[in-house]
């Protein structure tokens, strides 16, 4: 069953298509949202996830798939913006049947749409997913998939915080900055890496001491704090978010002592307004979307036939496209998160309307 959606806030263009499925027998309720196809097929990964209601699915697939429109914009890929939920706690209800039903719906959109994992869905899940359908990635190396997608991730992050840098400082070495990394998971240990590898003195934490004991054994020089309160009052020159959602709301900015906001968690900024907050105080928000895109500019190279030295360059270039949209903000007079928007918009309108010119 296939709906129209009409949101408050739809963007410039609004969703092109919401696609609900249900498989009984196996338990399937999934919501694909696809926000864009204006760059190409559209592509962002599967939530697996208990939502409290139906409304709460779709709120979040349409969020997500607008969302995923613009990083890949930003990220200088041909795809467009779409994302899919799964409503269920997967604990009880995955399961080899469910997740090929799913498979075969995205096979069903012919190509419109390319899924891969998110919060509850892993590599494993995509292997069987794909036995299914050709429109998956993040798969498993033995699969020819591209396995984990937070080296690229973090690698990106890294540069996107170097373009930063350069814009306050007039460099972007962070050698003799004090970095805070909030959340030693995946992304945030290959960042503390490549910080400590640039001379940068790392300031972390985490809720998990699985992940502390791991900053002491492999990096004895970072310095631990023992919360995130902790690490955004303290004397450091940027703050890496890298671990959950909305790190930067009405206690942590007022309280936050860096002048460069730089990390991998998705969706940063709590509300509207607080870019605006940050801006005021001085502090530089390198967009959370275009510095944390190399994972799925990891996954989108799969589709090529995963080349990791392709895929690491084109990660490399979240650099100039940081530093493009900070000098875009500085000449429009407009925080960064508009600036990246506005650039986004800009690429979907200019590339997507190429569609157009009749090919014969
Ligand atoms: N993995 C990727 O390729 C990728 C790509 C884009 C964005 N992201 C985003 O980056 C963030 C990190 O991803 P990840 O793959 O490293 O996840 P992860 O689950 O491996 O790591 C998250 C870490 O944060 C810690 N954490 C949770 N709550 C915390 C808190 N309150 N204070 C301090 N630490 C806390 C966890 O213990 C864990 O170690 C997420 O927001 C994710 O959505 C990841």
Same mark, same amino acid.
């Given at each position: 069953?296939?709906?129209? @959606?009409?949101?408050?806030?739809?963007?410039?263009?609004?969703?092109?298509? @919401?696609?609900?499925?249900?498989?009984?027998?196996?338990?399937?309720?999934?919501?694909?949202?696809?926000?864009?196809?204006?760059?190409?097929?559209?592509?962002?990964?599967?939530?697996?996830?208990?939502?409290?209601?139906?409304?709460?699915?779709?709120?979040?697939?349409?969020?997500?798939?607008?969302?995923?429109?613009?990083?890949?914009?930003?990220?200088?890929?041909?795809?467009?913006?779409?994302?899919?939920?799964?409503?269920?706690?997967?604990?009880?209800?995955?399961?080899?049947?469910?997740?090929?039903?799913?498979?075969?719906?995205?096979?069903?959109?012919?190509?419109?749409?390319?899924?891969?994992?998110?919060?509850?869905?892993?590599?494993?899940?995509?292997?069987?997913?794909?036995?299914?359908?050709?429109?998956?990635?993040?798969?498993?190396?033995?699969?020819?998939?591209?396995?984990?997608?937070?080296?690229?991730?973090?690698?990106?992050?890294?540069?996107?915080?170097?373009?930063?840098?350069?814009?306050?400082?007039?460099?972007?070495?962070?050698?003799?900055?004090? @970095?805070?990394?909030?959340?030693?998971?995946?992304?945030?240990?290959?960042?503390?890496?490549?910080?400590?590898?640039?001379?940068?003195?790392?300031?972390?934490?985490?809720?998990?001491?699985?992940?502390?004991?791991?900053?002491?054994?492999?990096?004895?020089?970072?310095?631990?704090?023992?919360?995130?309160?902790?690490?955004?009052?303290?004397?450091?020159?940027?703050?890496?978010?890298?671990?959950?959602?909305?790190?930067?709301?009405?206690?942590?900015?007022?309280?936050?002592?860096?002048?460069?906001?730089?990390?991998?968690?998705?969706?940063?900024?709590?509300?509207?307004?607080?870019?605006?907050?940050?801006?005021?105080?001085?502090?530089?928000?390198?967009?959370?979307?275009?510095?944390?895109?190399?994972?799925?500019?990891?996954?989108?190279?799969?589709?090529?036939?995963?080349?990791?030295?392709?895929?690491?360059?084109?990660?490399?270039?979240?650099?100039?496209?940081?530093?493009?949209?900070?000098?875009?903000?500085?000449?429009?007079?407009?925080?960064?998160?508009?600036?990246?928007?506005?650039?986004?918009?800009?690429?979907?309108?200019?590339?997507?309307?190429?569609?157009?010119?009749?090919?014969?």
């Amino acid at each position: 069953m296939g709906v129209f @959606v009409s949101t408050d806030d739809p963007g410039p263009a609004g969703h092109e298509q @919401v696609v609900f499925c249900q498989d009984r027998q196996s338990g399937l309720k999934a919501i694909i949202g696809i926000y864009s196809t204006a760059l190409g097929p559209a592509l962002g990964g599967t939530r697996f996830y208990p939502y409290a209601s139906e409304e709460a699915a779709l709120a979040d697939v349409l969020d997500l798939s607008r969302g995923m429109a613009y990083k890949n914009a930003l990220a200088g890929l041909d795809l467009g913006g779409g994302k899919a939920v799964i409503w269920g706690d997967p604990d009880q209800v995955k399961s080899e049947a469910l997740l090929r039903a799913y498979g075969r719906f995205v096979q069903s959109l012919g190509g419109r749409y390319y899924t891969a994992c998110d919060v509850g869905t892993y590599v494993a899940d995509m292997d069987v997913i794909a036995r299914e359908t050709r429109y998956v990635t993040g798969r498993s190396v033995e699969h020819g998939g591209a396995g984990d997608s937070s080296v690229l991730t973090a690698w990106g992050v890294f540069q996107g915080m170097r373009a930063a840098a350069e814009h306050v400082w007039g460099n972007p070495s962070l050698r003799g900055r004090r @970095v805070g990394v909030a959340g030693l998971g995946k992304v945030g240990r290959h960042l503390t890496g490549h910080l400590v590898d640039d001379g940068a003195e790392v300031v972390a934490t985490d809720v998990d001491p699985r992940a502390l004991e791991w900053a002491r054994t492999n990096h004895p020089g970072v310095a631990l704090v023992a919360d995130t309160a902790a690490l955004v009052a303290a004397d450091i020159d940027v703050y890496a978010p890298c671990a959950l959602g909305g790190a930067l709301n009405d206690d942590s900015v007022p309280a936050l002592r860096a002048r460069v906001v730089a990390g991998a968690a998705n969706n940063q900024l709590a509300h509207p307004g607080i870019e605006k907050l940050l801006a005021d105080r001085g502090i530089l928000y390198a967009p959370d979307y275009v510095v944390n895109a190399g994972g799925v500019i990891q996954v989108a190279d799969e589709i090529e036939g995963f080349n990791f030295d392709r895929a690491k360059l084109r990660a490399t270039r979240i650099f100039d496209t940081t530093r493009q949209i900070l000098r875009l903000a500085d000449d429009e007079g407009v925080p960064p998160a508009v600036a990246a928007d506005r650039l986004a918009e800009r690429r979907m309108a200019d590339v997507g309307r190429l569609r157009a010119i009749h090919l014969g």
